[in-house]
């Protein structure tokens, strides 16, 4: 991806800016969605997914289900903390403890399985106006007393330098797994901020990825942008019983305060992308990131499949 192929440049930049998005964040016309798609949402439901850039769907899965996800989740957990390291494993900065693991979908039956669910998968059909295939997957761990707050950041910041992804057609699903109330780290959204695209100031260090899913150093937003952004929209706290869903523009602001309580918190994270907004070259020359952050080998279209 060159400099003359995108409207978003970033990192390789001498001043912050605030662009302007050209794509549509609801991708509704005629024609576009696939068959069935839009059965997860309503036409309200969208709306307001377009208006605020995201979408909480409480308690979506049962609390049988949520169980069963949640077994699993710490059964991979218990064997990533017992096993050798992985690249796919991430440890909390500091403290060593376990944050991440990635590629779940492709790793385990379950999630494989979760992928694919039509209340996820129809819903991001409908919204992205195309099939989709999972851009990245992983498990969310932020431990009791320790977990580390993660700084504001759009996503698509990352994924078009770093991933070469071209345009913003693509979202972030989170799956809850345990309850996310205001005290515990939940995730942290400034709406209405899809509409702008923060271009950054730093160029991406080699392999910025070994350090960047525990602590950014690079795509850091202008501080004077952050408080324009916020002054626009506000700051909502996503809380929600476990079984609740969030989904979220790969453009929305977000970011986590860390977790000092005793309770941890745990999410399954999904990134659907259009099939029509296949990876390209990562900006300013660097290699493609691992495909476990970002697939390219793996990207044919989902076809529906209940969890159960």
């Not at 995201?54 to 218990?78: I, T, W």
């Not at 309850?179 to 730093?202: Q, T, W, Y």
Request: contains cysteine.
């Amino acid at each position: 991806m060159n400099n003359q192929s995108t409207p978003y440049m970033s990192r390789d930049v001498d001043t912050a800016a605030i662009l302007a998005r050209t794509e549509p964040v609801v991708y509704d016309q005629p024609g576009t969605p696939p068959p069935g798609a839009g059965e997860a949402l309503s036409a309200a439901q969208c709306e307001r997914y377009r208006e605020h850039g995201y979408l909480l769907l409480p308690q979506l899965f049962a609390p049988e289900e949520v169980a069963l996800l949640a077994e699993q989740s710490a059964l991979l957990r218990a064997r990533a903390e017992a096993g050798a390291p992985r690249a796919a494993v991430i440890a909390e900065p500091g403290s060593g403890a376990l944050r991440s693991i990635f590629d779940v979908h492709r790793d385990d039956a379950l999630f494989a399985r979760l992928v694919r669910d039509p209340r996820l998968l129809n819903a991001a059909r409908a919204i992205l106006g195309s099939e989709v295939y999972i851009h990245q997957s992983r498990i969310n761990y932020k431990p009791g007393f320790d977990g580390k707050e993660f700084f504001w950041h759009s996503d698509f910041e990352t994924w078009h330098t770093e991933d070469g992804m071209p345009a913003m057609r693509a979202l972030s699903c989170s799956i809850l797994l345990t309850d996310n109330d205001e005290h515990n780290g939940p995730l942290l959204l400034m709406p209405g901020s899809h509409r702008h695209f923060i271009s950054c100031v730093g160029a991406t260090p080699e392999q910025h990825y070994k350090q960047s899913l525990q602590r950014q150093q690079a795509g850091l937003p202008d501080p004077v942008l952050l408080r324009y952004l916020a002054d626009l929209g506000g700051i909502v706290s996503c809380t929600g019983k476990a079984g609740s869903v969030v989904l979220f523009d790969c453009n929305l602001m977000h970011g986590s305060n860390g977790n000092i309580t005793p309770y941890p918190r745990s999410n399954v994270f999904f990134v659907y992308n259009s099939v029509d907004n296949q990876l390209r070259a990562p900006q300013g020359g660097q290699p493609p990131r691992p495909e476990h952050i970002a697939a390219r080998r793996y990207t044919g279209p989902l076809r529906p499949a209940p969890l159960a």
